[in-house]
């Protein structure tokens, strides 16, 4: 049998998690089955399972893309010189959470069902003190850029105000999946004008 590389594998594993995606769309996280992950891959549950051996192990390999695509975001921005206010963080990780997953009612999802499962807490944990490790460092090279600050003075600031940015994201996600009447682009403007800059 032909020895399958490891850029099959990978694409292959890029499929499953895409399909998966596009089944905690249509129905949230709590309510897919993988049965329904894998009728919407088109592949076997042998297939399946050779990649992955729980809807939870797809569900952290999905929410890790997510996350690795909106840090790569955040160090797009930290390329420009001079770097934009910290406040547009929230805006660049908002839109590119909506961009992905489409709805942020997904996230609340995981976040109920972290309450209960202790597997699904230490995900979750994880996820967001990475969130809070990128606002702090790029905050605090704002500071130093901007406010000229010592790096220690900055690291202070970063690691104090980070907390309200990463607020701020799941504000954003709490209120857009709850509130009808949600207006995101007023949400990110005020965010914008009123969290440090």
């Keep these: 049998m032909p020895r399958v590389s490891d850029e099959y594998r990978a694409q292959r594993r890029d499929d499953i998690a895409a399909a998966a995606l596009r089944v905690f769309r249509r129905k949230g996280f709590a309510a897919t089955s993988m049965a329904e992950i894998i009728a919407e891959s088109g592949l076997s ?37 001079p770097l934009p206010p910290p406040s547009d963080l929230v805006a660049v990780l908002m839109h590119g959470v909506m961009r992905e997953i489409g709805s942020t009612a997904i996230l609340l999802q995981v976040w109920g069902e972290a309450v209960t499962d202790p597997r699904i807490l230490e995900f979750a944990s994880a996820v967001l ?24 003075r900055a690291a202070e600031l970063g690691a104090e105000q980070a907390p309200l940015f990463v607020a ?13 009447d949600f207006d995101a682009d007023a949400y990110l403007d005020r965010t914008t004008r009123h969290l440090p800059r």
Excluded: N
């Design 129 to 152: 003190a990475r969130l809070r490790s990128v606002f702090a460092d790029y905050v605090a090279a704002w500071h130093e850029q901007t406010h000229g600050l010592d790096p220690a």
């Design 168 to 180: 701020a994201c799941q504000g954003f996600i709490i209120q857009s999946a709850l509130m009808h």
């Design 45 to 81: 549950a042998g297939a399946i399972y050779g990649y992955y051996d729980s809807k939870m192990a797809i569900v952290h390999d999905v929410a890790g893309r997510i996350v690795g695509g909106r840090i790569a975001d955040v160090e797009r921005l930290a390329e420009r010189d």
